[in-house]
Structure formats: structure tokens, C-alpha cells
């Protein structure tokens, strides 16, 4: 390991050691090998697309005291409640999320390539980290993929117009094949930003927009550090009622009702809702998710599909640009951009962020890599 | 028939003899009879809500043009192209949308009353009017149902930072039941707001608030007459950068790949799309659209899905609002509230839609209902 420097502040580390560190990490606590190899995988990727609210920074902060508390049952396997074939239900018994939703994914995958389409619906289910991790891993099978999950009972946003938080973020994501390209990898919060960003903006001691956070009357708040505080609810998508508002509230609920509603998860909209001083409330147990996957090849023959996506696809990467230096692109197209670059050059770690690690690998007689040192 | 008077600006008519008198209307045009009624409950369906833009204002703006011009084929029936049980893909051979909308989520829920979930995804479709009447009508029978639909190859909306128009609005519709309550009915364009309301703006003579518009540089634009004269484009939910346009685009794309690249419909993004001036291009022929449908008594008792439907919308309706004369509701309350009100009171058609359809039944010799007179 590389001696730090005073005057250091970001570490850099290959991408590959990051993945099996992590591994290691999860397999420490308890998840066995395999599946703390995609878990780490899932989790990583916020660091090598550039979505670091998103990646090891929630190692500490999230995952693993979840384990450790018994909030996440990190050997437990999912188990079927109904199966017709397209539909699966399962109990996702806590299991490890960054694990569970490829898992649901992959079976999903594996029905529809007979049914066309197939759904594996999870109740009681733990946080996946990056929806487009897993989503975008079966793009790049051929397969289109949707996952959207709620946030069980953690309530953060107000239906337009009322005083109590009800709903989560909600994530969507949706992947596609795109011909010769990068994937197309939609992976959204339903709410202007996720929590991520606005814990970010904090650390950094940045206000952020107006927009993507009101009072309890509906005023903006641009102090980040005020949403932690319970003094401010995230703003859905689409800000104000005549630019959309309802529809970032209804997207809300598309996710509700087809993550959480259908299999039976704990839901945002409870009576207990109603019973706070307003503030945000609730803990985000019992997260219901969807794993949707369609087979395009089952339906008409996959060369014409994968064509067709070339030519969506290249059409938009061939927009002439409104600023000659900023090309347009696609969901799914920069972050895969940052992956090449990540996979090449390496992670560079926030100093913090690496002593975390440091930290834990000393505590649990762990190996952390050598650095790539100071930068 | 009522004679009209001089001062007159609204005839009232029941809205059963609307619903019959367009029904007349579509069979006149080659359209069987009981396709018929469902295709004029599916157009009527505007002016039971209240979405007055999407009602029979587009009798004679959209859907009888298109079929005297052989863009719609009134007799047509669509033909299955694949069919694994769960996923059936339709050529829906240019019949009509109204109606083959929900033959199609009919189709879809008879299947998964036995898999659970089932996909019918069609193209070569037409307009099918408020998507929300199609799912809405699902909800009631205790199914969740998604229908989403592109606007075959016209293109309206940009990418962002880009100059040509690629994409149409998209629109994506869910419902759901909601226990005792109304049924929630999401139906949105994924852009900030569909066509027919910046064209309602410019019948009313009104500007429109900034943030639906923007020239070719991006710039606000609050006169509705620029988006028929091709000098604005409309913009994606989410408004700018900042505030989530890059994922009310990802949306847009969600429905394309969803609706369209996955039955193999026309796309707005096509290599034509780059040919033209930057104007909005292309028609609205070989539309895409999927119909999903999950029936949740095949995964779980439904009775307990109902009950948990039943807390979830009940919560929002109990919240306690910001302002005591605003309730806090959910998408489809309102519509469904104004629905029952028409039914009662009548459809009140402003004066020149009634003489539109009067002139309407004179030329083709139909029966226009007698109306409740001035107003």
C-alpha cells in the first residue's frame, strides 16, 4: 500500500482491484463469493461511469451498516410466492440488492426468451445501488430492460399540493441495444435529482439550483444541508404544475404501484404518513422492485432489431449540435464513455473515501490493492 | 334539432348521443359497428374529462381525414406477426387506433389472466386518442395497464443541444386500481405538454408560459402560433439540464424503444430527420405502440392487492394540503370526477365544434341528436 501524502486529496486505484476489494468486503459480511462479486460490480459502477454519489461512498454510510443492524440478510436467497412462467413474485427476504436485482434480471432474461416477455416482481427487498448497472448489463445481451424500485417506507416527497412527504425517489431505468453503439441506458429518480446530489452538493458545500428543493410552503430552498435536516422535500420531475409537476407525481406512482403495489412491498402512501409533523419519515424497509425484460429475437428475427436500433441510435449521436462542441448523445452514452476512460486510467478516489477503505481493510484484516499513489 | 341563436357560444348535448352520434360518424366511414361505439367512447373520452383538445375537436381536424385519405383503414383488422402466449405482435395494417387500442389491451389481459403479465405491441398503427380511456377501462376491471404509444415518424421534439426535431411527444399512460377510489390514470406526453394544448392556446388567442416552447437557439417562446409556422420546437418535461430535460428526452426514448423500435414501427429518428431545415418533419403514419398488461389476481389474491390499492390512494387523498380549498389528489381523480358531471350535465360543445358536426351529419345524412339548446 502507498504512503499518503499530506498534501494528497484523491487517490487512484485500477477499477479491476476497486471491484474485488469490495468483493471481499461483502464476502467478509457474509455474502457468498458470486454474488459479492456482482454486488461489488453493482456498486463500483457509480465510480466508473462518474455517478460517485452513487458508488463506494455508500459502502460505509449505507450498505454495511445495513448488515450489520440485520437490515440487509446478506446470505439470504429470494423465494418464489407465485410463478406462471412470465410472472414471477418473490419474498426478496433482505437479500443483498446490488446482488437481488441482477439475480431477478437474469430470470427474467431466462423466461423471456421463450415468453417474449417476462416479469420478476420482489417484495421485501434491499437497495440495488445503480439501476442502470443492471439494466444495461442485459442491453448488451440483446435483451430490452426495465427495473424500477420504491423506496419502501422511506417518504421524502409530497404529492403536489400536500403537507406530508408520501413517496421516494422511486428509480426508473430502461435499457436498450443500440446497434454498434453504447447501450441506451435511461437510469432516473422520479424527483428532479436523487438524494445523491443533494448529499453531494452538502459535503462540497455548494446551494444548489432552485428547483430540486421547497419548504413545507412550497418555497425554493437552496441550502442543501436543509434537506437532512427535515426542513425541505425533494420537487418531482417536471418543477412547477404548469411545467409538469403532476407528471413527475404520476411517474412517482407508475413506479409505486408497478415496483411495490403488485408484489405486495411496503408502499411511501401508509396512514402513518399522515400522522408526522410533515417532515420527511418512514425507513426504506420492504422495498418492492420490478425486473422487466422483453426478448426482441422471440418476436421478430434480432439482426432486424439490432438494425433498426443502429439507425435510432446513429441518427441521434448525428444531430448536428446547437454549440459545435458539445455533440449530442443519449442516455447511457457519456456514462459509458467514463467507463472506458475509468477502466483504462483507473478510479481516482477521494482521499476520505480511500482512508474509509483503508480503514476498514485494517479493521477486518482485509488487503487493500497498492495505489496507483498520489496524483 | 334545436335551432341556435345569434348570441349562443355553447350547445349542450347528452354525452351518450355524442358518443352514439360519432359512432354513426365512424361507421359511415366503413367502420364496423361495434368498433365503432368503442372508437367514439375512445374519442368522446376528451370531452367527458374536460381534455377538451383530445375530444371531438379531432373528428374532423384528424381522424376523418386520415381515413378519406387512406392513412387510416377503417375496416382493417391487425394480424399477428408473432404470438408466444405472453407477447403477441401485431401489423395493426392501418386500422383504427381508437378502437385496435383496446382490442389490443383486451387481447393483452385476456393472456394475463393466465401469465400474470402480457405484452401486445403493434405496428403500422394510427392515433388513438386519450391513451388514458384505454387503461382506465382495464383498471376497472382490476388490471394494471400500461399503453404507450410514438408518433410513427413525426418529429416535433429535439434532442437536447441538437438542431433537428427527432422525436414526437411520446405519450405513456398507466392505470391502476385504487380500491374504493377512482382508478389512478397517468396519461402524459413525455414533453412538457402535448400539441393540442399550444393549439388550444392559439384558438383562445392566449401566450403560453414559458418553458413549453423554444426557438431554434433554445431561447423561451410564449406565442403558440410558432409551433404551426415550424419556428419552435416543443420541449421535454424536466424544462432545462438543471432541472431533468435530459430525463424527460430519456422518457421520450423510453417510449420509442418500448413502442416502436420493439414491434418494428417507423421512428422519429431516422436518417431523414437530419435532411431537413431543423423544422419539425415528417407524418404521424406507421405508429408504435405497446399494450402491457399485469393482472395482479394471477400473483397474489386480489383481494389483498385491492385493500393495499385501497390504503395507498385513500393516503393521498387524506393528506393534509397547503392550501385548505385545494385537495390533494392523484392523476385520474379529477377526470374521473368531471366524467360523472358530464354524464349528468351534459357535454357543453363550444358553438363551432356543434356546427361542425351538424354540418357534418347534413352532408352524410346523419341524425344529430337534439341538443338541451342555448346555454
Redesign the interface.
Known amino acids: 500500500m502507498t504512503d499518503l501524502t499530506d498534501s494528497q486529496t484523491t487517490v487512484r486505484m485500477e477499477y479491476k482491484e476497486l471491484v474485488e476489494f469490495t468483493a471481499t468486503v461483502f464476502a467478509d459480511r457474509g455474502v457468498p463469493a458470486d454474488r459479492a462479486y456482482i454486488a461489488a460490480e453493482a456498486l463500483c459502477y457509480g465510480d466508473l461511469t462518474g455517478m460517485s454519489s452513487h458508488g463506494t461512498a455508500n459502502l460505509t454510510r449505507l450498505y454495511l451498516p445495513a448488515i450489520d443492524e440485520g437490515r440487509i440478510d446478506p446470505a439470504a436467497t429470494p423465494q418464489p410466492?407465485?410463478d406462471?412462467?412470465?410472472?414471477v413474485?418473490l419474498d426478496g427476504k433482505r437479500a443483498l440488492g446490488l446482488w437481488s436485482a441482477t439475480d431477478a434480471l437474469d430470470l427474467a432474461a431466462s423466461r423471456a426468451r421463450?415468453?417474449?416477455?417476462?416479469?420478476v416482481?420482489v417484495r421485501d427487498a434491499t437497495h440495488f445501488g445503480c439501476a442502470g448497472y443492471h439494466t444495461g448489463r442485459l442491453a448488451r445481451r440483446h435483451f430490452?430492460a426495465l427495473l424500477a424500485s420504491n423506496c419502501g417506507r422511506q417518504r421524502i416527497a409530497?404529492?403536489?399540493?400536500?403537507?406530508?412527504a408520501?413517496l421516494g425517489t422511486n428509480p426508473l431505468s430502461?435499457a436498450?441495444p443500440a446497434g454498434r453503439h453504447h447501450p441506451?441506458v435511461?437510469d432516473?429518480s422520479t424527483t428532479?435529482?436523487p438524494t445523491g446530489r443533494i448529499r453531494a452538493a452538502e459535503r462540497a458545500g455548494e446551494p444548489i439550483?432552485e428547483?430540486?428543493l421547497e419548504d413545507?410552503?412550497?418555497r425554493p430552498v437552496t441550502d442543501p444541508g436543509a434537506f437532512d435536516r427535515g426542513e425541505a422535500y425533494l420537487r418531482w420531475?417536471?418543477?412547477d404544475p404548469?411545467?409538469?409537476a403532476?407528471?413527475?407525481?404520476?411517474?412517482g406512482?407508475?413506479v409505486?404501484?408497478?415496483a411495490a403495489?403488485?408484489?405486495?412491498a411496503g408502499?411511501g402512501?401508509?396512514?402513518v404518513?399522515?400522522a408526522g409533523d410533515?417532515g420527511p419519515t418512514g425507513r426504506d424497509d420492504n422495498i418492492g422492485f420490478v425486473a422487466?425484460v422483453?426478448a426482441?429475437g422471440?418476436?421478430?428475427p434480432v439482426g432486424?432489431?439490432l438494425d433498426?436500433?443502429d439507425?435510432?441510435?446513429?441518427?441521434?449521436l448525428?444531430?448536428?449540435?446547437?454549440?459545435p462542441d458539445?455533440?449530442?448523445?443519449?442516455?447511457g452514452w457519456h456514462e459509458a464513455e467514463q467507463a472506458a476512460r475509468t477502466t483504462e486510467q483507473g478510479v481516482s478516489l477521494p482521499i476520505e473515501r480511500y482512508r474509509e477503505l483503508r480503514d476498514l481493510a485494517a479493521q477486518r484484516g482485509l488487503d487493500l490493492p497498492r495505489t496507483g499513489g498520489a496524483q
Open positions: 410466492l407465485a406462471t412462467g412470465a410472472a413474485v421463450d415468453t417474449g416477455i417476462a416479469m416482481s430490452v409530497r404529492a403536489p399540493g400536500g403537507r406530508p408520501v430502461l436498450s441506451y435511461l432516473m428532479v435529482v439550483p428547483g430540486w413545507a410552503d412550497g420531475l417536471g418543477g404548469a411545467t409538469g403532476f407528471k413527475g407525481y404520476g411517474l406512482l407508475l409505486e404501484v408497478l403495489l403488485v408484489p405486495g408502499l402512501p401508509e396512514p404518513a399522515l410533515g422487466l422483453i426482441p422471440a418476436l421478430r432486424d432489431f433498426q436500433a439507425g435510432l441510435f446513429t441518427t441521434l448525428d444531430c448536428p449540435p446547437q454549440a458539445r455533440p449530442v448523445s443519449y442516455p
